[in-house]
């Protein structure tokens, strides 16, 4: 199994900053991409970001510009720095990891994490 935790959520004023840490820990044999998503109250959970263990990203349209995802191999670990928050950023922030375990069989599944609230007051 892969566990994933995130960290780095909390409370901004419009305009603030935030950077959001996602780590994976278990039987990791290798970890392909790496991604956030995120679920606003009402609405269906949606790709915000995602990078490829070689380090090729993707934006929603939403955040291009604001946000930035980037991740350390040796760390499991990947982050997403969003900058210029807005209101309608208010959401939990998930991370998904797309891996392989030692003894789970030969190939690729995703794995989530619980989430991490960010809130933005205006």
């Known amino acids: 199994q892969v566990q994933l935790v995130e960290s780095g959520g909390g409370l901004v004023q419009d305009g603030g900053s935030l950077r959001l840490s996602c780590a994976a820990s278990?039987?990791?044999?290798?970890?392909?991409?790496m991604g956030w998503y995120r679920q606003a109250p009402g609405k269906e959970r949606e790709l915000v970001a995602v990078?490829?263990?070689?380090?090729?990203?993707n934006y929603a349209d939403s955040v291009k510009g604001r946000f930035t995802i980037s991740r350390d191999n040796a760390k499991n670990t990947v982050y997403l720095q969003v900058n210029s928050l807005k209101p309608e950023d208010t959401a939990v922030y998930y991370c998904?990891?797309?891996?392989?375990?030692?003894?789970?069989?030969?190939?690729?599944?995703?794995?989530w994490g619980q989430g991490t609230q960010v809130t933005v007051s205006s």
């Open positions: 990078i490829s263990s070689g380090g090729s990203t």
């Open positions: 278990g039987s990791i044999f290798s970890i392909n991409a």
């Open positions: 998904k990891a797309l891996g392989m375990t030692y003894g789970g069989g030969n190939y690729y599944q995703d794995y």
